[in-house]
């Protein structure tokens, strides 16, 4: 070419590799320019792409985050709630006995009273005394009394400070607790109290719960075990969590597995894996998926091989190996209790239920502290400025630094009034005191002596007290409002925000349906149930659907989209227990709408729907581990992949020179090394370094050798009935290109060839396009690329060129107008001159001067869940939204085709030269004997044509 390539037809050999992509020169834009503010309607394909590679997938996917969610189960939640059930029975069963105790470690009476008789942040029940065990080991751990479990205890009973010594060593709480630490770890037989091997024993024997401390189970007595599987402890389950549990109740043989559950249940976040046996790792377990149901099949010598596999790679048995499988498929596949064909939509739900549970526990972490401190700070704030107090005032001058400090101080100009924020700091630091961190932060910060912040600090203490009696009376709370109120009255009726305090409204702060707007960048979406419906919900209700028995656990949040999806709305609310069948619908929108950016179809500004768009979705889903419902690391059957070069050892693509057969001359022979088409991209692999490696996948119904060219060239003597073959790299498929007509490309005569439309038609019209996966169920006019891209991707050609009068119904096109009227003025139809794919091929040489690859891009949706109310043309095979325009050129300026075709040029003119030469010698010649003739005859005088004359007329 120009540049001084060449593809090895001077000094290769037959064949040349090369690891680079040719470069094509596109065409002139001729599109309509559209104004940057224009508003466009488009439909979210990277969201639908992302939300089919996530959720139709293989059982290994569904299986590690729900054996994460038994493990994180097993280690946090397991310990506290058997020492919690192990006190409560052992020794709160006598009240008056356990109350006079605490009056011993310093409680008044009537503390004492209330808090053994308390069910809610008391003693009451064990599953409230659970807090206070998980209070205890917080406080171990961080030495800190203002943890977040034992701050919600101590504003439930106002703050009373004797509480904070019942978490010190030698009360009689603390010593309860290490009676019930001693007591598991002799029957666990463990040296220390350590919650990962608690969790191992548990899955493993299920000894925790049947041996619990203070003999309330003994495992071989007597006595019934309260609580056999944690299942009974823990009802968020809805699958039996021990391994031999699971093994009684499918009837399957006892397996042992104490001496391999700690390696099964590793957490492996590191490559490459020094653990090939952790469950937790999604090429481990898909490993031992598919190893063991080839082992289990009839034993040939490759199906052996499995079998010693899974006994070398995971130190498992045959019986071993099965237990596991079926324990990894009961997480898997979550049951449902009555008939339907749930495994339609259990994809959809598990990763639905992990994105909505990531969503609400953030958020209404943020608003459960911004309900009360929030509100609190706000209302300071607006005290301050409405009595023009500035902080300079409050500090004093010598101190006055402090008010400029970015983290902790404020201002009330308007300029600043986003400061109010940081009194947030200050009002903790009153209420908790010296010990607190907020304290400390100020402090720290060298701004304020000790006597300065305690007076000031006392100043703020005050303000806020009479804060909290006009909170209590305006929003009709019982002497003081508690954490719970005020976090319920806002989640569930938007009271704060919306039924605002004489104060607040004097500063200008106006009515709102969500916290969202007090904090811009503090919350993701408003998360607020009356932000997305009419109806409230009351503080009652609210707190059974706000707590980590119910939504704010994976696992009832699956079951509820899953009974969703079934579309019985009468069995889903009996199921939850919902008053009406109404909330059904309302739930299920305010799940979905608190998943960040989840939606099919987004307006935004043209400049932004095209350039530079963040979708808010992706960037939720990005920012998740895979526990979480985030991105997969690798799966290429699912997610969208393509072929990358980013290696050295890529595989190269292997051309034909021409050297033996100018004929093969471009011809491709392998792309990435195969002479196959098949996809060559990433996969899992535990043992490589960043956990993936580079492998071939089968994308066609049977083996498809490659065939065709790139499009440069196709041989000399290109006749108008030849077929000819172009390989589409990005497609991973070849076409065929049939002559049209002749044309001029510039001032060459050239054949014009275009897509052959048969290349487009299903099964039912050319049975051969069936390899290609052009079924009897799609459309005529459509490639499918599903199998390359992985999701419900077709291309047709733009606007949908040669399709099926029932395809070009689905979507109508029209040209852009910015008129006022209508948008809709000017309809488009498809047509060949700007819709083809063509390839202007001079005959002689078979050198494509001019070559358009345009395809345009559809993802096809169905009529489901999420796409309730669609038209499609056909009943059954969906709608095909068009996404983006695939577009390849390659043109030969005036000044290549001089100088590649200058010989061809002066031999086609020296070849015309000569024929009309020819052409004007021959008539001169017959003109000459003509007129020689008529010459002779009247030198003669013949008498007529038809008469000649005889001797007798000389």
Same mark, same amino acid.
Not at 765 to 776: D, I
Not at 807 to 831: F, G, Q, V, W
């Given at each position: 070419?120009?540049?001084?390539?060449?593809?090895?037809?001077?000094?290769?050999?037959?064949?040349?590799?090369?690891?680079?992509?040719?470069?094509?020169?596109?065409?002139?834009?001729?599109?309509?320019?559209?104004?940057?503010?224009?508003?466009?309607?488009?439909?979210?394909?990277?969201?639908?792409?992302?939300?089919?590679?996530?959720?139709?997938?293989?059982?290994?996917?569904?299986?590690?985050?729900?054996?994460?969610?038994?493990?994180?189960?097993?280690?946090?939640?397991?310990?506290?709630?058997?020492?919690?059930?192990?006190?409560?029975?052992?020794?709160?069963?006598?009240?008056?006995?356990?109350?006079?105790?605490?009056?011993?470690? =310093?409680?008044?009476?009537?503390?004492?009273?209330?808090?053994?008789?308390?069910?809610?942040?008391?003693?009451?029940?064990?599953?409230?005394?659970?807090?206070?065990?998980?209070?205890?080991?917080?406080?171990?751990?961080?030495?800190?009394?203002?943890?977040?479990?034992?701050?919600?205890?101590?504003?439930?009973?106002?703050?009373?400070?004797?509480?904070?010594?019942?978490?010190?060593?030698?009360?009689?709480?603390?010593?309860?607790?290490?009676?019930?630490?001693?007591?598991?770890?002799?029957?666990?037989?463990?040296?220390?109290?350590?919650?990962?091997?608690?969790?191992?024993?548990?899955?493993?024997?299920?000894?925790?719960?049947?041996?619990?401390?203070?003999?309330?189970?003994?495992?071989?007595?007597?006595?019934?075990?309260?609580?056999?599987?944690?299942?009974?402890?823990?009802?968020?389950?809805?699958?039996?969590?021990?391994?031999?549990?699971?093994?009684?109740?499918?009837?399957?043989?006892?397996?042992?597995?104490?001496?391999?559950?700690?390696?099964?249940?590793?957490?492996?976040?590191?490559?490459?894996?020094?653990?090939?046996?952790?469950?937790?790792?999604?090429?481990?377990?898909?490993?031992?998926?598919?190893?063991?149901?080839?082992?289990?099949?009839?034993?040939?010598?490759?199906?052996?091989?499995?079998?010693?596999?899974?006994?070398?790679?995971?130190?498992?048995?045959?019986?071993?190996?099965?237990?596991?499988?079926?324990?990894?498929?009961?997480?898997?596949?979550?049951?449902?209790?009555?008939?339907?064909?749930?495994?339609?939509?259990?994809?959809?739900?598990?990763?639905?239920?992990?994105?909505?549970?990531?969503?609400?526990?953030?958020?209404?972490?943020?608003?459960?502290?911004?309900?009360?401190?929030?509100?609190?700070?706000?209302?300071?704030?607006?005290?301050?400025?409405?009595?023009?107090?500035?902080?300079?005032?409050?500090?004093?001058?010598?101190?006055?630094?402090?008010?400029?400090?970015?983290?902790?101080?404020?201002?009330?100009?308007?300029?600043?009034?986003?400061?109010?924020?940081?009194?947030?700091?200050?009002?903790?630091?009153?209420?908790?005191?010296?010990?607190?961190?907020?304290?400390?932060?100020?402090?720290?910060?060298?701004?304020?002596?000790?006597?300065?912040?305690?007076?000031?600090?006392?100043?703020?203490?005050?303000?806020?007290?009479?804060?909290?009696?006009?909170?209590?009376?305006?929003?009709?709370?019982?002497?003081?409002?508690?954490?719970?109120?005020?976090?319920?009255?806002?989640?569930?009726?938007?009271?704060?925000?919306?039924?605002?305090?004489?104060?607040?409204?004097?500063?200008?702060?106006?009515?709102?349906?969500?916290?969202?707007?007090?904090?811009?960048?503090?919350?993701?979406?408003?998360?607020?149930?009356?932000?997305?419906?009419?109806?409230?919900?009351?503080?009652?209700? @609210?707190?059974?659907?706000?707590?980590?028995?119910?939504?704010?656990?994976?696992?009832?949040?699956?079951?509820?989209?899953?009974?969703?999806?079934?579309?019985?709305?009468?069995?889903? @609310?009996?199921?939850?227990?919902?008053?009406?069948?109404?909330?059904?619908?309302?739930?299920?929108?305010?799940?979905?709408?608190?998943?960040?950016?989840?939606?099919?179809?987004?307006?935004?500004?043209?400049?932004?729907?095209?350039?530079?768009?963040?979708?808010?979705?992706?960037?939720?889903?990005?920012?998740?581990?895979?526990?979480?419902?985030?991105?997969?690391?690798?799966?290429?059957?699912?997610?969208?992949?393509?072929?990358?070069?980013?290696?050295?050892?890529?595989?190269?693509?292997?051309?034909?020179?021409?050297?033996?057969?100018?004929?093969?001359?471009?011809?491709?022979?392998?792309?990435?090394?195969?002479?196959?088409?098949?996809?060559?991209?990433?996969?899992?692999?535990?043992?490589?370094?960043?956990?993936?490696?580079?492998?071939?996948?089968?994308?066609?119904?049977?083996?498809?050798?490659?065939?065709?060219?790139?499009?440069?060239?196709?041989?000399?003597?290109?006749?108008?009935?030849?077929?000819?073959?172009?390989?589409?790299?990005?497609?991973?498929?070849?076409?065929?290109?049939?002559?049209?007509?002749?044309?001029?490309?510039?001032?060459?005569?050239?054949?014009?060839?275009?897509?052959?439309?048969?290349?487009?038609?299903?099964?039912?019209?050319?049975?051969?396009?069936?390899?290609?996966?052009?079924?009897?169920?799609?459309?005529?006019?459509?490639?499918?690329?599903?199998?390359?891209?992985?999701?419900?991707?077709?291309?047709?050609?733009?606007?949908?060129?040669?399709?099926?009068?029932?395809?070009?119904?689905?979507?109508?096109?029209? @040209?852009?107008?910015?008129?006022?009227?209508?948008?809709?003025?000017?309809?488009?139809?498809?047509?060949?001159?700007?819709?083809?794919?063509?390839?202007?091929?001079?005959?002689?040489? =078979?050198?494509?001067?001019?070559?358009?690859?345009?395809?345009?891009?559809?993802?096809?949706?169905?009529?489901?869940?999420?796409?309730?109310?669609?038209?499609?043309?056909?009943?059954?095979?969906?709608?095909?939204?068009?996404?983006?325009?695939?577009?390849?050129?390659?043109?030969?300026?005036?000044?290549?085709?001089?100088?590649?075709?200058?010989?061809?040029?002066?031999?086609?003119?020296?070849?015309?030269?000569?024929?009309?030469?020819?052409?004007?010698?021959?008539?001169?010649?017959?003109?000459?004997?003509?007129?020689?003739?008529?010459?002779?005859?009247?030198?003669?005088?013949?008498?007529?044509?038809?008469?000649?004359?005889?001797?007798?007329?000389?």
């Amino acid at each position: 070419d120009e540049n001084g390539n060449n593809f090895g037809q001077e000094d290769g050999t037959d064949l040349v590799a090369y690891n680079y992509q040719l470069d094509y020169v596109p065409l002139k834009n001729n599109g309509t320019y559209i104004d940057e503010s224009t508003p466009v309607t488009s439909f979210n394909v990277p969201l639908y792409l992302t939300f089919l590679g996530l959720t139709n997938n293989q059982p290994p996917l569904y299986a590690v985050p729900n054996l994460y969610d038994v493990v994180m189960a097993f280690e946090n939640d397991l310990p506290d709630m058997v020492i919690a059930y192990g006190i409560y029975k052992n020794y709160l069963q006598n009240s008056t006995s356990v109350e006079e105790k605490l009056e011993n470690d =310093g409680l008044e009476k009537t503390l004492a009273e209330k808090l053994v008789g308390d069910s809610t942040y008391g003693w009451g029940s064990w599953k409230s005394l659970r807090k206070w065990v998980t209070s205890i080991f917080e406080y171990r751990n961080t030495k800190s009394i203002w943890n977040g479990a034992f701050e919600n205890i101590m504003d439930y009973f106002d703050n009373v400070d004797e509480l904070k010594g019942l978490l010190h060593d030698n009360s009689t709480f603390s010593n309860w607790v290490d009676e019930a630490i001693s007591d598991i770890k002799t029957t666990c037989n463990i040296s220390t109290f350590d919650r990962s091997e608690l969790a191992s024993i548990q899955w493993s024997t299920a000894l925790v719960t049947r041996n619990l401390p203070f003999g309330l189970g003994p495992v071989n007595g007597t006595q019934t075990a309260p609580f056999p599987s944690f299942l009974a402890m823990n009802e968020t389950f809805n699958f039996l969590p021990e391994i031999p549990f699971l093994l009684k109740y499918l009837k399957l043989p006892e397996a042992d597995y104490t001496q391999k559950a700690s390696k099964l249940l590793e957490y492996c976040l590191t490559y490459p894996k020094n653990n090939t046996q952790s469950m937790l790792n999604i090429n481990n377990i898909a490993n031992l998926f598919i190893d063991w149901l080839s082992c289990e099949k009839n034993k040939t010598r490759q199906e052996k091989e499995a079998c010693q596999q899974l006994e070398r790679d995971y130190g498992l048995n045959q019986i071993q190996s099965m237990g596991l499988f079926y324990y990894l498929g009961s997480l898997a596949n979550l049951p449902i209790e009555w008939e339907g064909n749930y495994r339609m939509t259990d994809g959809y739900s598990m990763m639905l239920s992990r994105w909505t549970r990531r969503s609400i526990v953030t958020e209404t972490n943020h608003l459960r502290n911004d309900a009360v401190w929030g509100l609190y700070s706000k209302m300071l704030y607006c005290n301050y400025q409405n009595e023009s107090l500035s902080c300079e005032d409050l500090v004093g001058t010598s101190a006055s630094k402090v008010c400029s400090d970015p983290t902790i101080g404020w201002s009330i100009t308007d300029s600043d009034s986003d400061t109010w924020t940081n009194l947030e700091v200050w009002i903790k630091a009153s209420k908790k005191g010296p010990d607190s961190l907020e304290y400390q932060s100020i402090y720290d910060s060298g701004y304020l002596s000790k006597q300065e912040l305690t007076e000031t600090l006392d100043k703020i203490s005050n303000a806020t007290s009479e804060i909290e009696k006009t909170v209590a009376e305006f929003y009709g709370c019982l002497g003081r409002c508690t954490y719970d109120e005020l976090f319920f009255m806002q989640w569930g009726m938007s009271s704060l925000t919306l039924n605002l305090p004489e104060n607040l409204t004097q500063c200008g702060v106006k009515s709102s349906k969500t916290m969202k707007d007090w904090y811009k960048s503090r919350y993701q979406v408003p998360i607020e149930w009356t932000y997305y419906s009419e109806i409230e919900l009351s503080p009652f209700l @609210a707190e059974q659907f706000i707590n980590y028995e119910a939504f704010l656990n994976p696992t009832p949040l699956r079951l509820f989209y899953n009974y969703y999806f079934l579309g019985n709305l009468t069995k889903t @609310a009996e199921f939850f227990g919902l008053p009406n069948i109404d909330l059904v619908p309302m739930l299920y929108n305010y799940f979905t709408k608190i998943i960040p950016g989840f939606s099919f179809f987004v307006t935004a500004p043209y400049g932004e729907a095209i350039v530079n768009r963040i979708d808010p979705f992706l960037s939720f889903v990005h920012n998740l581990n895979f526990y979480e419902g985030g991105y997969i690391a690798a799966n290429p059957n699912t997610t969208l992949v393509s072929p990358t070069r980013d290696t050295i050892d890529t595989p190269p693509d292997v051309m034909h020179t021409g050297k033996s057969d100018s004929s093969d001359t471009r011809l491709y022979y392998k792309y990435y090394g195969s002479e196959i088409l098949n996809m060559y991209s990433k996969s899992l692999n535990a043992y490589a370094e960043g956990g993936l490696s580079y492998q071939y996948f089968d994308i066609w119904a049977e083996n498809i050798t490659l065939k065709g060219t790139d499009g440069g060239f196709f041989g000399p003597r290109v006749d108008q009935e030849d077929e000819l073959k172009v390989f589409i790299s990005s497609i991973l498929r070849y076409g065929s290109i049939v002559y049209k007509d002749k044309t001029k490309y510039d001032d060459l005569d050239v054949y014009h060839f275009v897509l052959d439309p048969e290349d487009l038609k299903t099964e039912e019209e050319v049975p051969e396009n069936a390899k290609f996966y052009q079924l009897k169920n799609g459309f005529n006019g459509f490639m499918n690329i599903t199998a390359q891209i992985g999701g419900p991707f077709f291309l047709s050609l733009p606007r949908c060129l040669y399709c099926d009068e029932k395809a070009k119904d689905m979507i109508e096109y029209y @040209a852009y107008s910015d008129s006022n009227e209508s948008y809709l003025s000017t309809r488009i139809y498809p047509h060949q001159s700007d819709g083809d794919s063509y390839a202007e091929i001079e005959p002689l040489t =078979g050198v494509s001067v001019g070559l358009m690859l345009q395809l345009q891009t559809y993802a096809g949706i169905y009529r489901d869940y999420f796409f309730k109310n669609i038209y499609e043309t056909v009943p059954g095979k969906g709608l095909y939204m068009p996404y983006y325009t695939l577009r390849r050129s390659s043109n030969y300026t005036q000044s290549q085709i001089d100088d590649t075709f200058k010989t061809l040029k002066l031999a086609l003119a020296a070849k015309k030269w000569v024929f009309f030469s020819g052409i004007i010698v021959g008539s001169a010649f017959m003109l000459t004997s003509i007129m020689l003739g008529i010459y002779i005859y009247r030198k003669r005088k013949f008498g007529g044509w038809k008469s000649p004359r005889t001797s007798k007329d000389f």
